[in-house]
């Protein structure tokens, strides 16, 4: 298992992967709509500031715009997230740093308004964990399963109000 992603205040966590391949290739695995929908969901993404940003997960539909995108090394969008009983809006950030095995993956999310909550956590855990299998050319993990067994792990980690 992955080292759990670190909840840096009450509205943001934040999440550091080790991964097998150069960040040119991550990165495209982060912007090409054919690449994120092996890991993430189904994506429309304008790949520039100011582009759009449209996800379909499996529980929910995802809309923002980029707000920052240098390849091979930084992407960040707002991030709206419409669930079935939820709306969230916040900011996503990756960055990608060049490490002699690969690539160290820094992903933020933070949540405007609200508390960040383990689900969410968990959703991303599982999703990064998805990409790591994807790019190891490993078999898709079982999401719904996966976040079901991180739920309780984040659970327990969520900061004090």
Not at 4 to 26: I, M, Y
Not at 55 to 65: E, M
Not at 82 to 94: I, K, P, Q
Not at 102 to 112: D, K, P, Q
Request: hydrophobic share 45%; glycine share 6%; aromatic share 6%.
């Amino acid at each position: 298992m992955h080292d759990p992603g670190v909840f840096l205040d009450l509205h943001t966590v934040c999440f550091e992967r080790a991964l097998p391949d150069a960040p040119e290739r991550v990165w495209q695995h982060l912007t090409e709509p054919e690449l994120l929908a092996h890991w993430l969901g189904l994506a429309l993404l304008e790949q520039r500031v100011g582009g759009r940003v449209e996800l379909q997960l499996s529980d929910a539909i995802v809309s923002g715009t980029v707000l920052e995108y240098v390849p091979s090394q930084r992407f960040a969008c707002s991030w709206h997230r419409y669930g079935l009983n939820d709306e969230v809006r916040g900011l996503v950030a990756f960055r990608l740093e060049a490490r002699a095995a690969g690539t160290r993956l820094v992903l933020r999310h933070a949540v405007s308004g609200a508390r960040v909550a383990a689900a969410p956590a968990s959703e991303w855990h599982a999703r990064l964990d998805a990409l790591d299998a994807r790019l190891r050319g490993e078999p898709p993990i079982d999401h719904a399963a996966r976040v079901a067994s991180l739920l309780p792990v984040y659970e327990a980690r969520l900061p004090a109000k």
